[in-house]
């Protein structure tokens, strides 16, 4: 009796349907669809992931430090010998260098190299070249980097990241421990800091008594000595349209050497002359040249380029080496191109999974399913395994640029399905069966299909050859596209019909509800007693 009502409701139909050979070719495509997902996660997990590709701009930036003891002219004279080996690569057409840029210890370069299409070197491989000449200068930190789009003031480094604490003896042991780490690790150069703390520095000690005694207040010699050493503001000086500041202060000869400071004399209130040597004593130390500051912390930034690593490869192993090193009380935290990764990952991230949602209630409104949609919607995923084996293939990395090409894939992916299906429900409409329908729909659909998915392919070409002046970083977004266009097009005409068709049976699944009505109904409950009977 079971059986009978079973067969009667259509469940032995629909299990016999599962065994024939339109069932086999159905779960012989899921399962090449459940491959490409698979594979295009994988693919991913290989790929390298950054903010944005390096691009040939032809100019970078070099920077040089000497030790804090350098006077300007010792810099200059190791800027110079930069500058004589630099002249022997032909692939740079001039520079501009400047010496004491930011402190007498240290100086700048502008290089300029020769039209891309004139030079065999990319401007990567220059800056190779570049530092493996600052490694030759003694006693010289250097760092070769690509000019920041905010200026040459501001470091365009690719890890940039800030030590912050309480204590600046503390924050500069931490720091060169995390710069001792980054240097023996492999695919670090350039490592430098801003936190100079062996700057030779005079500490003037006023005796308080003392100059009370004598008729003078601390403030008074302190300005004093600031006055007579480092010069006072006193007039500007107009001509010819431009004014200048005039300053007093001691001769060069008579400000030179520490005990100059002890030979100042001053007036007391009184009138009369007195020598601070008398109530003033003089220290020798060292000290910070400039106390950074972040979010109203004492910080260190600590400035990294990477040389055959991506940033997101290094980022977790700078923060993993930060940790072992930094006690409580102490923090880190990247900024600069490393924070701004980061920031947009999370963002890109929330805005493709809104696209998505947005897609679906658009085609759920459009087509009035819940169903249809998803398998409208199943060219996106099967475009994964061609935008990442593409980029791949390529040499491309996942970045920014990578990551707005999925979500254009969002509505590029799915037009093919609409096209698809919604062929498929008008010829429904008219009295076909599912099956039936979506071949005609395949075989009317196949050529708009075909047009647009090699238009779109074609339009972005030129940028996936990256012929032009600085097209290494917008290369990733048209790669992506032309290989989630090519796989998403070729298994969205296999794998759409079939899950349309596994949909369009759940949806239309009435069996639950006729087993539930012939089972509970007073009438068929009698019935099937009686026949059990």
Same mark, same amino acid.
């Given at each position: 009796?079971?059986?009978?009502?079973?067969?009667?409701?259509?469940?032995?139909?629909?299990?016999?349907?599962?065994?024939?050979?339109?069932?086999?070719?159905?779960?012989? +495509?899921?399962?090449?669809?459940?491959?490409?997902?698979?594979?295009?996660?994988?693919?991913?997990?290989?790929?390298?992931?950054?903010?944005?590709?390096?691009?040939?701009?032809?100019?970078?930036?070099?920077?040089?430090?000497?030790?804090?003891?350098?006077?300007?002219?010792?810099?200059?004279?190791?800027?110079?010998?930069?500058?004589?080996?630099?002249?022997?690569?032909?692939? !740079?057409?001039?520079?501009?260098?400047?010496?004491?840029?930011?402190?007498?210890?240290?100086?700048?370069?502008?290089?300029?190299?020769?039209?891309?299409?004139?030079?065999?070197?990319?401007?990567?491989?220059?800056?190779?070249?570049?530092?493996?000449?600052?490694?030759?200068?003694?006693?010289? #930190?250097?760092?070769?980097?690509?000019?920041?789009?905010?200026?040459?003031?501001?470091?365009?480094?690719?890890?940039?990241?800030?030590?912050?604490?309480?204590?600046?003896?503390?924050?500069?042991?931490?720091?060169?421990?995390?710069?001792?780490?980054?240097?023996?690790?492999?695919?670090?150069?350039?490592?430098?800091?801003?936190?100079?703390?062996?700057?030779?520095?005079?500490?003037?000690?006023?005796?308080?008594?003392?100059?009370?005694?004598?008729? +003078?207040?601390?403030?008074?010699?302190?300005?004093?000595?600031?006055?007579?050493?480092?010069?006072?503001?006193?007039?500007?000086?107009?001509?010819?349209?431009?004014?200048?500041?005039?300053?007093?202060?001691?001769?060069?000869?008579?400000?030179?050497?520490?005990?100059?400071?002890?030979?100042?004399?001053?007036?007391?209130?009184?009138?009369?002359?007195?020598?601070?040597?008398?109530?003033?004593?003089?220290?020798?130390?060292?000290?910070?040249?400039?106390?950074?500051?972040?979010?109203?912390?004492?910080?260190?930034?600590?400035?990294?380029?990477?040389?055959?690593?991506?940033?997101?490869?290094?980022?977790?192993?700078?923060?993993?080496?930060?940790?072992?090193?930094?006690?409580?009380?102490?923090?880190?935290?990247?900024?600069? #191109?490393?924070?701004?990764?980061?920031?947009?990952?999370?963002?890109?991230?929330?805005?493709?999974?809104?696209?998505?949602?947005?897609?679906?209630?658009?085609?759920?409104?459009?087509?009035?399913?819940?169903?249809?949609?998803?398998?409208?919607?199943?060219?996106?995923?099967?475009?994964? !395994?061609?935008?990442?084996?593409?980029?791949?293939?390529?040499?491309?990395?996942?970045?920014?640029?990578?990551?707005?090409?999925?979500?254009?894939?969002?509505?590029?992916?799915?037009?093919?399905?609409?096209?698809?299906?919604?062929?498929?429900?008008?010829?429904?409409?008219?009295?076909?069966?599912?099956?039936?329908?979506?071949?005609?729909?395949?075989?009317?659909?196949?050529?708009?299909?075909?047009?647009?998915?090699?238009?779109?392919?074609?339009? +972005?070409?030129?940028?996936?050859?990256?012929?032009?002046?600085?097209?290494?970083?917008?290369?990733?977004?048209?790669?992506?596209?032309?290989?989630?266009?090519?796989?998403?097009?070729?298994?969205?005409?296999?794998?759409?019909?079939?899950?349309?068709?596994?949909?369009?049976?759940?949806?239309?699944?009435?069996? !639950?509800?006729?087993?539930?009505?012939?089972?509970?109904?007073?009438?068929?409950?009698?019935?099937?007693?009686?026949?059990?009977?």
């Amino acid at each position: 009796n079971l059986i009978y009502r079973l067969m009667k409701a259509g469940l032995a139909k629909r299990i016999l349907f599962l065994v024939d050979r339109r069932a086999l070719a159905a779960q012989a +495509v899921m399962a090449m669809a459940m491959a490409a997902l698979v594979v295009g996660g994988w693919v991913f997990t290989m790929l390298g992931k950054e903010f944005v590709t390096a691009e040939d701009e032809g100019r970078f930036m070099v920077r040089l430090e000497t030790p804090l003891s350098y006077s300007l002219e010792k810099t200059d004279s190791v800027l110079h010998r930069l500058e004589k080996e630099m002249i022997n690569i032909p692939e !740079i057409d001039h520079f501009f260098s400047v010496s004491g840029y930011d402190g007498a210890n240290k100086a700048i370069a502008m290089v300029t190299l020769t039209p891309k299409a004139e030079r065999k070197r990319s401007q990567q491989q220059l800056q190779v070249a570049v530092r493996g000449l600052l490694r030759q200068l003694p006693d010289v #930190r250097g760092t070769v980097s690509n000019i920041s789009p905010l200026g040459a003031g501001s470091r365009n480094e690719d890890i940039q990241f800030v030590l912050q604490g309480p204590d600046i003896d503390k924050i500069d042991q931490y720091s060169r421990e995390l710069m001792e780490r980054l240097e023996a690790t492999q695919g670090y150069v350039g490592i430098t800091r801003n936190l100079e703390i062996g700057k030779p520095e005079i500490r003037v000690k006023i005796d308080r008594a003392r100059a009370a005694d004598a008729g +003078v207040s601390v403030r008074e010699v302190a300005n004093a000595v600031a006055a007579l050493l480092g010069g006072v503001k006193t007039v500007d000086f107009r001509e010819g349209g431009k004014s200048y500041d005039v300053r007093v202060r001691l001769m060069e000869e008579q400000r030179v050497l520490p005990q100059d400071v002890q030979r100042i004399w001053m007036r007391a209130n009184d009138g009369r002359l007195l020598d601070v040597s008398s109530f003033v004593t003089l220290e020798q130390g060292v000290g910070p040249n400039i106390i950074n500051r972040l979010d109203r912390s004492r910080s260190a930034t600590i400035y990294a380029n990477l040389e055959g690593k991506l940033l997101g490869e290094a980022m977790p192993e700078v923060q993993a080496m930060a940790d072992k090193i930094l006690p409580d009380g102490y923090s880190s935290s990247f900024v600069g #191109r490393a924070e701004a990764f980061a920031e947009t990952t999370g963002y890109i991230a929330f805005a493709f999974i809104l696209a998505i949602a947005l897609t679906y209630m658009v085609l759920a409104a459009q087509f009035e399913s819940f169903a249809h949609p998803l398998a409208i919607m199943m060219g996106l995923p099967l475009s994964f !395994i061609g935008a990442f084996g593409l980029l791949f293939l390529m040499g491309n990395s996942f970045n920014l640029f990578s990551m707005i090409a999925l979500i254009m894939l969002v509505g590029l992916a799915t037009k093919n399905g609409i096209l698809l299906i919604d062929y498929t429900k008008q010829l429904r409409e008219k009295g076909m069966n599912a099956h039936e329908a979506l071949i005609e729909a395949g075989a009317t659909r196949l050529r708009p299909i075909l047009m647009t998915a090699v238009s779109t392919i074609g339009g +972005v070409l030129p940028v996936v050859l990256a012929l032009g002046v600085g097209s290494e970083s917008r290369q990733p977004m048209a790669v992506a596209i032309a290989g989630g266009m090519v796989s998403s097009t070729v298994l969205t005409l296999l794998v759409v019909p079939v899950v349309y068709s596994y949909l369009d049976q759940f949806a239309n699944w009435k069996l !639950i509800r006729r087993i539930q009505h012939h089972f509970m109904a007073p009438g068929a409950i009698k019935g099937s007693q009686g026949k059990q009977a």
